[in-house]
């Protein structure tokens, strides 16, 4: 199989504090996760590029230093919301590629990020 | 850069009716192509996918879709849509990056079906 879990699915947070999400691939190595934002009845936008070991690549207009990546493991990359506002309030899930399978991409969940 | 067109941002049919939902790209070589479906509040379920080979795919619920390179179309079809098929439906095109696949997504297809 190929399950991506993430959590929390849902978060609310106060306005200027930090939230972490974490992705989990649970029963396969990834070496490449990929965040997307989706606002309301928007689509999905890719963030960014979470490379296993390495810096992650941010898409133009995605604030680095306010969303950090940190991906330490073949199994588990973070995303942290950093001083998060009303207007980061959004929908965010991952997805994971294996190692042997890059062509596929297992998502998550999805988090449901709400701040007040 | 890759890119994904879905014409229709809304579209209703009655229930046992068929669909389409129409799906063009953009993409320098050969893609991999998804699409995914989304109920309110929830994540994404893939439908189908292709990648190769045959360009009619099957795929889950009574969907295909049908690969046309000639006009960069993926189009997803069912014979007769149940009540059940109403969600947001999103067509994506894929970008081997690194050890994954990154994925550009249209903006979406809301399928509202009538009783």
């Known amino acids: 199989g190929a399950v991506v879990s993430q959590h929390p699915s849902r978060v609310i947070c106060k306005s200027g504090t930090s939230v972490k999400i974490e992705c989990r691939s649970l029963d396969f190595q990834a070496t490449t996760m990929f965040w997307y934002r989706q606002f309301p009845k928007q689509s999905l936008m890719l963030m960014a590029t979470s490379n296993e070991g390495s810096k992650a690549t941010y898409e133009q207009g995605v604030e680095k230093d306010k969303f950090l990546i940190n991906h330490a493991s073949l199994t588990l990359s973070t995303l942290t919301v950093t001083s998060a506002h009303p207007e980061d309030s959004s929908f965010y899930i991952c997805s994971a590629s294996r190692v042997d399978l890059a062509t596929e991409a297992f998502f998550g969940q999805g988090t449901r990020l709400t701040v007040v | 850069a890759q890119s994904v067109t879905q014409p229709d941002i809304h579209i209703t049919v009655s229930e046992g009716a068929s669909l389409e939902l129409r799906c063009n790209y953009s993409?320098?070589?050969?893609?991999?192509l998804f699409w995914y479906v989304q109920s309110p509040g929830q994540g994404l379920q893939l439908l189908l996918k292709y990648f190769s080979g045959d360009t009619l795919v099957q795929g889950i619920k009574g969907f295909e879709a049908e690969f046309k390179r000639s006009q960069s179309s993926f189009n997803l079809r069912k014979p007769s849509v149940h009540w059940s098929d109403a969600a947001e439906y999103f067509c994506a095109v894929g970008g081997l990056t690194g050890g994954g696949n990154k994925l550009t997504f249209g903006t979406g297809t809301q399928l509202k079906v009538e009783l």
């Open positions: 993409y320098g070589a050969t893609p991999y």
